[in-house]
């Protein structure tokens, strides 16, 4: 988020100046690419590039020496920097974006959500990805998962609203006794104050986000864009432009009218839980 802050910073001095990318790039030795990354704050920020522009753009003492100190924040290593041998640079990403937000939507029709992963559930997930690992990276992964769920216990921690297919729960994954414990972990996280959980039933026929899984992340800050996340099998795609913010606003907004009430979720808990048992 700091990054962000700062990009977005850096962004609206240089067009205040009517400083193209490409000349903010050639002063820092740069690309007009780089410039752009900065600003979306998908980089690291370095001392002298931030000098380089702040002359640039003419910044008085007082803002400077402020911006000098955000990048030094922007620059602190992410709390998953012990994991970051097992990520690519797209999810490390993510993990950073997902510490951030006021509000997280999503969406998924194959999985439950990360956030809401019991141990054996993201085991039993994990080891579809990652069957040929050995134990101890096994292990470290499921910590990975596990240390993200602190986010939703945390003192201030963000909303997180998700919708799920119906297939989800009935998808037995790692087993009936690890379901009937995820499961009864969905009810659980019901009760959170800022969790809202909805199921999709088989009997809505096709909805709105047939397309795949998605999740959209907004900021308190108001001045950040929303950031709309796809993964993919070997890939990922961060969506800030506001057409595909719209868009995909719009359908996670069905999906909370198509999908059952909230109210009705525990029930329909309970009855995927009774049916693992016939």
Same mark, same amino acid.
């Given at each position: 988020?700091?990054?962000?802050?700062?990009?977005?910073?850096?962004?609206?001095?240089?067009?205040?100046?009517?400083?193209?990318? &490409?000349?903010?790039?050639?002063?820092?030795?740069?690309?007009?690419?780089?410039?752009?990354?900065? %600003?979306?704050?998908? +980089?690291?920020?370095?001392?002298?590039?931030?000098?380089?522009?702040?002359?640039?753009?003419?910044?008085?003492?007082?803002?400077?020496?402020?911006?000098?100190?955000? *990048? #030094? &924040? *922007?620059?602190?290593?992410?709390?998953?920097?012990?994991?970051?041998?097992?990520?690519?640079?797209?999810?490390?990403?993510?993990?950073?974006?997902?510490?951030?937000?006021?509000?997280?939507?999503?969406? %998924?029709?194959?999985?439950?959500?990360?956030?809401?992963?019991?141990?054996?559930?993201?085991?039993? +997930?994990?080891?579809?990805? #990652?069957?040929? /690992?050995?134990?101890?990276?096994?292990?470290?992964?499921?910590?990975?998962?596990?240390?993200?769920?602190?986010?939703?216990?945390?003192?201030?921690?963000?909303?997180?609203?998700?919708?799920?297919?119906? /297939?989800?729960?009935?998808?037995?994954?790692?087993?009936?006794?690890?379901?009937?414990?995820?499961?009864?972990?969905? *009810?659980?996280?019901? &009760?959170?104050?800022?969790?809202?959980?909805?199921?999709?039933?088989?009997? *809505?026929?096709?909805?709105?986000?047939?397309?795949?899984?998605?999740?959209?992340?907004?900021?308190?800050?108001?001045?950040?864009?929303?950031?709309?996340?796809?993964? #993919?099998?070997?890939? /990922?795609?961060?969506?800030?432009?506001?057409?595909?913010?719209?868009?995909?606003?719009?359908?996670?907004?069905?999906?909370?009218?198509?999908?059952?009430?909230?109210?009705?979720?525990?029930?329909?808990? #309970?009855?995927?839980?009774?049916?693992?048992? %016939?």
């Amino acid at each position: 988020m700091r990054r962000m802050q700062l990009g977005a910073r850096l962004r609206r001095l240089r067009e205040a100046k009517g400083v193209s990318r &490409e000349d903010a790039g050639w002063r820092i030795r740069a690309s007009e690419s780089k410039i752009s990354r900065m %600003e979306l704050g998908r +980089v690291g920020f370095k001392e002298r590039d931030i000098a380089d522009l702040l002359t640039l753009y003419e910044v008085d003492d007082e803002e400077r020496a402020a911006l000098v100190a955000l *990048a #030094h &924040e *922007a620059n602190t290593p992410g709390w998953w920097q012990p994991y970051g041998d097992l990520l690519s640079s797209r999810f490390q990403y993510y993990l950073d974006l997902e510490a951030a937000p006021s509000l997280i939507r999503s969406y %998924e029709i194959q999985f439950v959500p990360g956030l809401l992963q019991t141990e054996g559930y993201a085991r039993a +997930v994990i080891m579809l990805g #990652h069957g040929d /690992a050995g134990a101890a990276e096994i292990d470290r992964r499921v910590g990975l998962r596990m240390a993200r769920k602190q986010l939703l216990t945390r003192p201030d921690p963000p909303r997180l609203w998700a919708v799920i297919d119906e /297939a989800v729960l009935r998808r037995p994954i790692g087993g009936p006794q690890v379901m009937r414990a995820q499961i009864a972990a969905l *009810a659980q996280a019901c &009760e959170l104050p800022g969790v809202r959980l909805q199921v999709v039933p088989f009997e *809505a026929g096709g909805h709105a986000a047939a397309g795949g899984a998605f999740s959209i992340l907004r900021f308190p800050d108001e001045e950040l864009p929303d950031v709309v996340y796809i993964e #993919h099998l070997t890939s /990922a795609l961060y969506l800030e432009k506001r057409e595909d913010i719209d868009a995909y606003a719009a359908v996670v907004g069905r999906l909370f009218i198509e999908a059952e009430p909230p109210a009705r979720t525990p029930e329909i808990l #309970h009855k995927a839980l009774r049916a693992l048992d %016939e």
